[in-house]
């Protein structure tokens, strides 16, 4: 899952919404890295990404991905899917969505000092443009594909990533009729696995 999503299912706690960032960003074992509740909350956000490589509702959204571009159809649906969440998001939260993402930022930069260093660059951006609630725009679907692009340039083939908005023009319906009876299912793994102490499999 993107930003977004690990957002919305890690914001019962700060140390959640922390950790629930850093997934995305610290790599390897967590032994003495954090805090017990930031490091549980980045091996559940690990565990999130497990379940949701391995779903078969997520698989069917990735073979929509057209050929040439299946190689980076994980990452796509993963953008695609931020996209309905930010969309439906009254469904699945009574808080409007710019006041979660205001929230959500405040509370991250208070800690920014102690983040990685490529967390610490983007987080200006993040907040100043409002990333996660300008995922309801499919231009900004667009800006964040050509985004990850620019981070794979040394790569040729990802450049495909800058029109990869398109996937999501093409099979808008079937992908949001996925998410729609995917993430109910996400949630519930969340709720399953929160609390659990993940140390040991992190």
């Excluded at 991250?108 to 995922?135: E, K, T």
């Excluded at 990802?158 to 993430?183: H, I, K, S």
Aim: aromatic share 12%; glycine share 6%; net charge positive.
């Amino acid at each position: 899952m993107n930003y977004l999503a690990h957002a919305y299912l890690s914001c019962e706690s700060s140390d959640a919404m922390i950790g629930g960032m850093l997934g995305d960003f610290v790599k390897g074992s967590l032994a003495g890295r954090y805090t017990p509740g930031i490091r549980s909350a980045i091996a559940l956000h690990r565990a999130i990404d497990r379940y949701t490589d391995r779903h078969p509702t997520v698989r069917q959204s990735n073979a929509l991905i057209s050929a040439k571009r299946r190689r980076f159809a994980g990452i796509m649906v993963d953008v695609f899917y931020d996209h309905f969440l930010a969309v439906h998001w009254a469904r699945f939260s009574s808080t409007p969505l710019k006041a979660f993402t205001h929230n959500y930022y405040a509370v991250l930069h208070a800690q920014v000092a102690g983040f990685p260093p490529r967390l610490q660059r983007v987080l200006p951006y993040m907040m100043r443009d409002d990333w996660l609630a300008s995922y309801a725009e499919v231009e900004s679907v667009d800006a964040a594909l050509n985004g990850i692009a620019r981070r794979f340039q040394r790569f040729a083939r990802a450049r495909v990533l800058c029109d990869g908005v398109q996937e999501l023009t093409d099979n808008y319906g079937a992908l949001e009729a996925q998410f729609l009876a995917f993430f109910p299912e996400l949630v519930q793994f969340t709720h399953r696995n929160r609390g659990q102490s993940m140390d040991s499999a992190a």
